[in-house]
C-alpha cells in the first residue's frame, strides 16, 4: 500500500493479516474469516464476529443469520452477490462470546482497510458492536437504527444483527423496514452520484 495514494487492495489487506496470532483467538478458531463479497460493492455490510458456522466455513454469515440475512437482501433489491460482508473481528470467540474491547483495538485496522479498499457508498452496520465501532459511540442499537449517520463521507444505516431477530421474532418486522430504507438510500445515494 502506498500511503500517499491511500490506495489498498483486499488481496492486500488480506495479506498484511496473514495467519493472524495477535491475539489469543487464534489458539480456538478453526479459520480466519476474512469477508466476502463483491470488491467494488455499493454496500458494506458489517458484523461483529464469525459464529460457529462461519468458523468452519471461513465465509461470515453463512447459518442461520445468514439465511435472515439473505431474505432481508431482497427487501432492499440487493444480491449477496453485490455487497461485501466482512466483521469486526476475524476469528470466533469461545462460544461466541462478546468480543473483548482488546481483541475489537487489535483487528480493527484490517476492517478499517478493507473499508478503504472496498469504498462502498453505503455501510450497514448488523448489532451493537459493529455499529458502536463505526460511529464511535457508546449508544444502544436500539437508538441508532432506522436512521442513517455520516462518518466521514460514509453513510451509516445500524441494523439489528440478523441473529437477534431468531432470538426475538417481532425485530423481524423492524429489520424489513430498516432494509427498506436501506433500499431507498442507495437509490438516493445512486442518484446524487449520476451527473
Do not use: W
Amino acid at each position: 500500500m502506498d500511503k500517499r495514494t491511500d490506495k489498498i487492495t483486499l488481496e492486500a489487506v488480506r495479506e498484511q493479516l496473514g495467519e493472524c496470532r495477535r491475539c489469543e483467538l487464534c489458539e480456538t478458531r478453526t479459520t480466519i474469516v476474512f469477508g466476502v463479497g463483491n470488491p467494488q460493492a455499493e454496500v458494506m455490510f458489517i458484523g461483529e464476529a464469525p459464529g460457529k458456522q462461519e468458523d468452519l466455513g471461513a465465509e461470515p454469515f453463512i447459518g442461520a443469520a445468514g439465511k435472515l440475512l439473505n431474505s432481508l437482501l431482497e427487501v432492499a433489491g440487493l444480491t449477496r452477490e453485490e455487497i461485501f460482508i466482512a466483521n469486526v473481528l476475524k476469528c470466533r470467540p469461545p462460544n461466541n462470546r462478546d468480543p473483548l474491547p482488546s481483541e475489537i483495538e487489535i483487528c480493527s485496522p484490517f476492517l478499517r482497510d478493507q473499508v478503504r479498499a472496498v469504498n462502498p457508498l453505503v455501510l450497514v452496520t448488523l448489532g451493537r458492536f459493529a455499529t458502536q465501532f463505526i460511529l464511535k459511540t457508546d449508544v444502544g442499537i436500539s437508538n441508532l437504527r432506522g436512521q442513517v449517520h455520516l462518518t466521514g463521507r460514509f453513510s451509516v444505516l445500524p441494523i439489528y444483527h440478523p441473529a437477534a431477530a431468531l432470538y426475538d421474532p417481532s425485530k423481524k418486522e423492524v429489520m424489513e423496514r430498516d432494509f427498506e430504507l436501506l433500499g431507498a438510500l442507495i437509490a438516493k445515494r445512486r442518484k446524487e452520484l449520476t451527473p
